[in-house]
């Protein structure tokens, strides 16, 4: 930075997308062929899980093989309970599978009944670019970052 006449001068440059190394914040390689929501339980009108598009698209680029991700909810955060979002391989027996065009969402029995109808989606924004819980009609209220809640009684 370079100051000409009390102003400030910043120098910019081009931003590329990020490498297909960096697996969850690589960049879009296009549009993938999207199908109905299913899952892996009969129920599947009841405590169902809904994938946006968007996050359909970005689980076809960055899983591999058998990998899924994994919605989890844990007490913590500012609003009482907090949503974190995992790889992973591993189905166990209570966990229940969402799919939508051949990308997966796993949740655990316990944590399905904190977000039953929610929607999960991936926001790509300048500041950051994550899988998030929209939507959610489990929740009372949460926290602006989007990341915690609190239930409803």
């Not at 490498?19 to 339980?41: E, I, N, Y």
């Not at 939507?135 to 609190?150: T, Y």
Request: aromatic fraction near 6%; hydrophobic fraction near 35%; glycine fraction near 10%.
């Amino acid at each position: 930075m370079a100051a000409v006449r009390g102003l400030t001068v910043v120098a910019l440059r081009v931003v590329t997308p990020w490498q297909r190394s960096s697996r969850l914040l690589a960049a879009s390689r296009g549009p993938r062929a999207l199908r109905d929501v299913s899952s892996s339980s009969p129920e599947a009108g009841e405590g169902q899980i809904h994938l946006t598009d968007s996050c359909v698209q970005r689980l076809l680029e960055i899983t591999e093989g058998s990998e899924f991700l994994r919605l989890e909810v844990e007490g913590g955060g500012c609003s009482g309970f907090q949503y974190k979002f995992s790889l992973d391989t591993v189905i166990n027996p209570d966990d229940r599978v969402f799919e939508k065009g051949g990308a997966r969402v796993v949740v655990d029995s316990d944590s399905l009944a904190f977000v039953k109808g929610a929607h999960v989606d991936f926001s790509q924004e300048l500041i950051r670019s994550s899988f998030q819980v929209l939507n959610n009609p489990q929740a009372q209220q949460g926290c602006s970052c989007g990341s915690s809640f609190s239930v409803k009684l």
